[in-house]
C-alpha cells in the first residue's frame, strides 16, 4: 500500500508533466543549432536555439518568467531577464534558460553543449543576475555536511575521500580550464587528485560531479552565476552537495549586486539558489559529452537525446528521439 506521503509528493501533482514539455523546447534549440556545429559563429548558433526555444516555449502549459537569462555577459541573443514565457495557464514559476550552454563549444564543434532549462515555483530561484559570476562547488550526497566552500581545496578533497571510501588519488576534479583557476587546479594536484579540465560548460560538470556513475567526484571553481542557478535545479534532484559564492569582476559590479539585494560575501546553500524541491531540469545534447549524446543527424531523422530530473520525486529521465530531417532543416542543412 502506498503512504499519503508518497501519493501526495509522486501522485497528486498535476505540474508534474511540465519537464517532457519543456524536453520539446531544449529538443527543438539543439537541433536548430545543428547546423552551426563546428562553423566558428557562436552568435549564429545561439541566436537560432535561441528562436527555436522561445517559439516551444510559448505553448508550454505553464505562467513563467525567465530569472536568469542568457546574453548579457557577452551581448549575445537572448531570452532576457523578465521575459514572460509560457501561455499562461498552469503553475507560476520561474525559469532559468540556457539555449546553448556553450556555444564556444558549438562553435567548435567540441564536446559538452547542452541546451538547458530549468523551472522551480515562482519566486523561488535566487536572481543572481546583476552578478555574471559564481565562485561554486558541488559533489554528490557524500559532501553533504564534509565539503565547505571556505575551506581549502586540499581539505576539501581529503575529507570528501574519506567520506567515499576512497584513496584521494582517485578522486577526478572538473575544472574550468582557466588563467584564474591556476593556483586552484596546481592545489588540487598538490594534494595527489586528479583533474578534468573542461574547456566551457560548467553545468555538465557540476551535474556529472553529482551523479552516481559519473566518474567526477567534485565540480569546482568560478564560472557564471547564471548556470550555476540552473545547476542547483539539478542537484536538487540528484540529492547532491552544492554551494555559490558570487565573484563580482570589480567594485561597481559587486555594488550593482548589492543594489539588487545579494550577498557577495555570503556562501550560498543549495536552498538559499533555489528555494524549493519542486524543481525540474531539463538538458538536450548540442554536442556529445559524458551526460547525454548530441544531436545526430542519421539519413533521414536527427536523434537527440535528453535528460530530464525532477526534485519532487528525484526522478531522473532519458529521452531519446528521432524527428524528420525534413520538418526541422532547410535543404541546404541537411
Not at 31 to 57: E, H, N, Q
Not at 64 to 69: L, Q
Not at 155 to 179: F, I, S, T, Y
Request: proline share 3%; net charge negative; aromatic share 4%.
Amino acid at each position: 500500500m502506498v503512504s499519503t506521503d508518497i501519493e501526495s509528493s509522486l501522485y497528486l501533482h498535476p505540474d508534474r508533466n511540465i519537464a517532457l514539455e519543456l524536453v520539446r523546447a531544449t529538443e527543438a534549440a539543439a537541433i536548430r543549432s545543428y547546423p552551426w556545429i563546428g562553423r566558428g559563429d557562436k552568435l549564429a548558433a545561439d541566436g537560432a536555439a535561441v528562436d527555436a526555444m522561445r517559439a516551444f516555449l510559448g505553448t508550454v502549459n505553464f505562467d513563467g518568467v525567465v530569472v536568469i537569462g542568457e546574453g548579457e555577459k557577452d551581448e549575445a541573443p537572448m531570452l532576457f531577464n523578465g521575459e514572460r514565457v509560457g501561455n499562461g495557464r498552469g503553475p507560476a514559476c520561474d525559469i532559468a534558460v540556457d539555449p546553448i550552454d556553450g556555444t564556444s563549444l558549438t562553435a567548435a564543434g567540441r564536446q559538452n553543449a547542452l541546451s538547458v532549462i530549468a523551472v522551480a515555483d515562482r519566486g523561488t530561484m535566487l536572481d543572481a543576475s546583476s552578478v555574471f559570476y559564481m565562485d561554486k562547488i558541488v559533489t554528490d550526497a557524500s559532501g553533504i555536511g564534509v565539503v565547505d566552500i571556505r575551506k581549502p581545496i586540499g581539505e576539501n578533497l581529503r575529507a570528501l575521500a574519506a567520506a567515499k571510501g576512497k584513496d584521494v588519488g582517485e578522486l577526478r576534479v572538473a575544472v574550468l580550464n582557466r588563467p584564474r583557476h591556476e593556483q586552484l587546479i596546481a592545489d588540487i594536484r598538490a594534494v595527489g587528485a586528479g583533474t578534468r579540465l573542461i574547456s566551457d560548460g560548467d553545468v555538465a560538470g557540476g551535474i556529472n560531479a553529482a551523479r552516481y556513475e559519473s566518474r567526477i567526484d567534485m565540480c569546482v571553481g568560478i564560472g557564471g552565476s547564471p548556470e550555476g542557478i540552473t545547476t542547483a535545479c539539478a542537484i536538487k534532484a540528484l540529492g547532491g552537495f552544492m554551494q555559490g559564492r558570487l565573484a563580482p569582476k570589480d567594485d561597481a559590479e559587486r555594488a550593482r549586486g548589492e543594489a539588487a539585494g545579494l550577498d557577495c560575501d555570503q556562501v550560498y546553500e543549495l536552498d538559499d539558489l533555489v528555494r524549493s524541491d519542486n524543481t525540474f531540469f531539463v538538458a538536450t545534447g548540442v554536442t556529445d559529452g559524458e551526460l547525454v549524446d548530441g544531436v545526430r543527424k542519421k539519413g533521414p531523422i536527427i536523434r537527440t537525446e535528453s535528460i530530464v530530473l525532477r526534485g519532487k520525486s528525484g526522478t531522473i529521465r532519458r529521452v531519446v528521439a528521432d524527428h524528420l530531417v525534413e520538418k526541422w532543416l532547410d535543404e541546404a542543412d541537411r
